[in-house]
């Protein structure tokens, strides 16, 4: 299965990418560990889709400790990972990566808040048709018990994204998809998180 590579951009440095990691390489002294995240790009000239490799370094600092994080979390050849990446002048830095879990992109000047998920769906599907909604539980450091959060996909004159999530989401052979979600700010409903769905990608 082919990942959407770029799935957010949080500003002109940074971004949050999707991909399958291909090789993991620790630097001699354990400072850092360099990764190759695989996934598909657009490629508005040909109109296609195209397969780009990225090389990320994750380094070990005073204050964080990323290249142990990577070693210690076991990630390596074949796992689907998010990262926070920084373009140092062509140079990829990994701020931080999730196996799943809860991205927020604050809020600027010119955008409102986004946020993204990735992890197990739950579907369930408007009565009258009108839209799909997708419960996610996501789990914090201190929470012992996941926060279930509401993402609803609505069709409108610009997208069949809740045609979409409703045709590629919903349990298959008994087993429910997993998926990266991209949504907008937290509108909470009856003291719950609630999210409107822009877009997902399904993982493997």
Same mark, same amino acid.
């Given at each position: 299965?082919?990942?959407?590579?770029?799935?957010?951009?949080?500003?002109?440095?940074?971004?949050?990418?999707?991909?399958?990691?291909?090789?993991?390489?620790?630097?001699?002294?354990?400072?850092?560990?360099?990764?190759?995240?695989?996934?598909?790009?657009?490629?508005?000239?040909?109109?296609? =889709? @195209?397969?780009?490799?990225? +090389? *990320?370094? /994750? &380094? !070990? #600092? $005073?204050?964080?400790?990323? %290249?142990?994080?990577?070693?210690?979390?076991?990630?390596?050849?074949?796992?689907?990972?998010?990262?926070?990446?920084?373009?140092?002048?062509?140079?990829?830095?990994?701020?931080?990566?999730?196996?799943?879990?809860?991205?927020?992109?604050?809020?600027?000047?010119?955008?409102?808040?986004?946020?993204?998920?990735?992890?197990?769906?739950?579907?369930?599907?408007?009565?009258?048709?009108?839209?799909?909604?997708?419960?996610?539980?996501?789990?914090?450091?201190?929470? =012992? @018990?996941?926060?279930?959060? +509401? *993402?609803? /996909? &609505? !069709? #409108? $004159?610009?997208?069949?994204? %809740?045609?979409?999530?409703?045709?590629?989401?919903?349990?298959?052979?008994?087993?429910?998809?997993?998926?990266?979600?991209?949504?907008?700010?937290?509108?909470?409903?009856?003291?719950?998180?609630?999210?409107?769905?822009?877009?997902?990608?399904?993982?493997?």
């Amino acid at each position: 299965m082919s990942l959407k590579l770029n799935i957010a951009k949080i500003n002109e440095k940074r971004r949050i990418v999707l991909g399958e990691v291909i090789s993991v390489k620790p630097a001699t002294g354990g400072n850092v560990v360099n990764i190759e995240l695989k996934g598909v790009v657009w490629n508005p000239g040909e109109k296609k =889709e @195209e397969e780009e490799v990225l +090389s *990320i370094a /994750f &380094w !070990n #600092n $005073e204050t964080v400790k990323m %290249a142990d994080r990577i070693v210690a979390a076991k990630v390596k050849e074949g796992s689907i990972i998010t990262v926070d990446v920084y373009d140092n002048e062509g140079k990829l830095i990994g701020n931080n990566f999730k196996y799943q879990g809860h991205w927020i992109i604050p809020a600027t000047d010119e955008t409102k808040e986004r946020n993204i998920f990735m992890g197990v769906v739950r579907l369930t599907e408007d009565p009258d048709g009108r839209f799909v909604r997708a419960s996610m539980p996501i789990k914090t450091k201190n929470d =012992e @018990e996941p926060t279930w959060v +509401s *993402i609803t /996909f &609505w !069709n #409108n $004159e610009g997208t069949n994204v %809740a045609d979409r999530a409703k045709k590629v989401l919903g349990e298959r052979d008994g087993k429910k998809a997993k998926a990266v979600i991209i949504c907008g700010e937290n509108k909470p409903y009856n003291g719950n998180p609630s999210y409107n769905g822009y877009d997902f990608v399904l993982l493997p």
